[in-house]
Nanobody, 124 residues
Framework: QVQLVESGGGLVQAGGSLRLSCAAS????????MGWFRQAPGKEREFVAA????????VYADSVKGRFSISRDNAKNTVHLQMNSLKFEDTAVYYC?????????????????WGQGVRVTVSS
């Protein structure tokens, strides 16, 4: 079993930055592909970014490419999402997820463990 706990959310003005963190406990963090997803009010949850087990591969949704950056520190069992140039439409609950498979995926159905989510609100 793996527990994921997100932190770092909050309220920020458009154009600002936030850094989300996800702390994993249980099996070693390097066992998992890690991803970030988000769910805006009234919308379905969508993929944001994902990173391979040792950080060599990253994938981003087109909507955040060039603004967001995912990274991981396996020694500390943490994954981060640096969010810059935030827009109003980035407002959502952000979820950290872990996948036992090797392949980096945008498909949330392939992720095995989920955090409780952290709210990010961007004011226009």
């Amino acid at each position: 079993q793996v527990q994921l706990v997100e932190s770092g959310g909050g309220l920020v003005q458009a154009g600002g930055s936030l850094r989300l963190s996800c702390a994993a406990s249980g099996r070693p963090d390097s066992t998992y592909v890690m991803g970030w997803f988000r769910q805006a009010p009234g919308k379905e949850r969508e993929f944001v970014a994902a990173i391979s087990r040792f950080g060599g591969t990253t994938v981003y949704a087109d909507s955040v490419k060039g603004r967001f950056s995912i990274s991981r520190d396996n020694a500390k069992n943490t994954v981060h999402l640096q969010m810059n140039s935030l827009k109003f439409e980035d407002t959502a609950v952000y979820y950290c997820a872990a996948r036992l498979g090797v392949t980096v995926s945008q498909d949330q159905q392939l992720y095995d463990y989920w955090g409780q989510g952290v709210r990010v609100t961007v004011s226009s």
